[in-house]
DNA sequence: AATCCCCCCTGTTAGC
DNA sequence: TGCTAACAGGGGGGAT
């Protein structure tokens, strides 16, 4: 499932074949994704030179002079640049014809999302698109810290899992990573998070960002869908230390991990840990 | 303002 | 073996 670090993953493996590269034209298979796809793809893309191939959250922007495309994957999308007459499979909802160079035949960039929950929107230029606006701090930037955790958490009673998970308050951690994290970070999941302490949140900014960083250089996590635009799972999911690994033993102390829902979401956690 | 919870969708898997 | 039902997950949005 695309986190932050399996969104960079497709940006960095995209940016090569998109930066400098004219779109031709768009083919849309299916009129909606999680919403309408925005018109503007089909209108003002063609003819336009992608100058950028930008991440915020796990949002991927391509930018042009037009404006830009706005896409997430959801929970099963993926993008991948493909030869231009490579046979369409199911589940692929948009192409974006590329110009062809290098002498090389044309290629596509091609949109794939079984489950749908992903979007192809529009941005125009100047503007902010409202899915953007109210996002938190990117995790690995210095705005994000365990003081800034801290402050922002005192209060608040949901648990600290659903807090770290709140795009709002730090973009881009998603379920698999914010149980990682937790673990890292020694501290229980359910705990609310106005009662987490000062120092802990600075071991848990600490982990998040260790966690991340070290994720993208792996390629991400392939869990069932995710794959990178060069058709590469990643490999980050061999190292996982909970997720997914309910009932088993700790890696640490051998304890059996525990399981438990918290806002909607399975979370495992080793309860000798984690307090 | 913070929190809760439903919903979107379909491939995979657990359970009968 | 074959079926059904639960489950997975990002995150918007309405209700509380």
């Given at each position: 499932m695309p986190e932050l670090p399996e969104v960079e993953t497709t940006r960095a493996g995209l940016a090569p074949h998109l930066l400098g590269r004219r779109v031709l034209g768009a083919t849309l298979r299916?009129?909606?994704?999680?919403?309408?796809?925005?018109p503007e793809i089909s209108t003002v893309l063609p003819g336009q030179r992608i100058d950028a191939v930008r991440r915020r959250a796990k949002y991927l922007l391509l930018d042009t002079a037009a404006g830009s495309a706005l896409m997430h994957l959801g929970m099963s999308g993926s993008l991948r640049v493909l030869p231009a007459a490579t046979p369409v499979r199911a589940h692929d909802h948009v192409d974006l014809a590329l110009e062809p160079r290098h002498g090389e035949a044309g290629a596509v960039l091609r949109f794939n999302d079984p489950r749908r929950f992903g979007c192809v929107l529009w941005q125009a230029p100047g503007t902010l698109h409202p899915l953007l606006a109210g996002l938190g701090p990117?995790?690995?930037?210095?705005?994000?810290d365990g003081d800034y955790l801290f402050s922002l958490s005192r209060g608040r009673r949901a648990p600290v899992k659903t807090f770290l998970m709140d795009q709002s308050v730090v973009v881009g951690v998603g379920n698999i990573y914010a149980a990682e994290a937790l673990f890292e970070a020694g501290i229980?999941?359910?705990?609310?998070?106005?009662?987490?302490?000062r120092e802990r949140y600075v071991a848990l900014a600490d982990a998040v960002k260790r966690i991340l960083a070290y994720a993208i250089t792996r390629g991400g996590t392939t869990l069932r869908d995710f794959i990178s635009p060069d058709g590469a799972p990643g490999y980050f999911e061999q190292e996982l230390s909970v997720y997914g690994r309910d009932g088993q033993a700790c890696l640490r102390c051998g304890h059996g991990l525990r399981h438990a829902v918290l806002g909607q979401r399975a979370t495992v956690w080793c309860a000798r840990c984690q307090r």
């Amino acid at each position: 499932m695309p986190e932050l670090p399996e969104v960079e993953t497709t940006r960095a493996g995209l940016a090569p074949h998109l930066l400098g590269r004219r779109v031709l034209g768009a083919t849309l298979r299916r009129p909606d994704l999680r919403w309408p796809i925005a018109p503007e793809i089909s209108t003002v893309l063609p003819g336009q030179r992608i100058d950028a191939v930008r991440r915020r959250a796990k949002y991927l922007l391509l930018d042009t002079a037009a404006g830009s495309a706005l896409m997430h994957l959801g929970m099963s999308g993926s993008l991948r640049v493909l030869p231009a007459a490579t046979p369409v499979r199911a589940h692929d909802h948009v192409d974006l014809a590329l110009e062809p160079r290098h002498g090389e035949a044309g290629a596509v960039l091609r949109f794939n999302d079984p489950r749908r929950f992903g979007c192809v929107l529009w941005q125009a230029p100047g503007t902010l698109h409202p899915l953007l606006a109210g996002l938190g701090p990117e995790p690995l930037s210095d705005v994000f810290d365990g003081d800034y955790l801290f402050s922002l958490s005192r209060g608040r009673r949901a648990p600290v899992k659903t807090f770290l998970m709140d795009q709002s308050v730090v973009v881009g951690v998603g379920n698999i990573y914010a149980a990682e994290a937790l673990f890292e970070a020694g501290i229980a999941p359910a705990r609310a998070a106005g009662r987490v302490s000062r120092e802990r949140y600075v071991a848990l900014a600490d982990a998040v960002k260790r966690i991340l960083a070290y994720a993208i250089t792996r390629g991400g996590t392939t869990l069932r869908d995710f794959i990178s635009p060069d058709g590469a799972p990643g490999y980050f999911e061999q190292e996982l230390s909970v997720y997914g690994r309910d009932g088993q033993a700790c890696l640490r102390c051998g304890h059996g991990l525990r399981h438990a829902v918290l806002g909607q979401r399975a979370t495992v956690w080793c309860a000798r840990c984690q307090r």
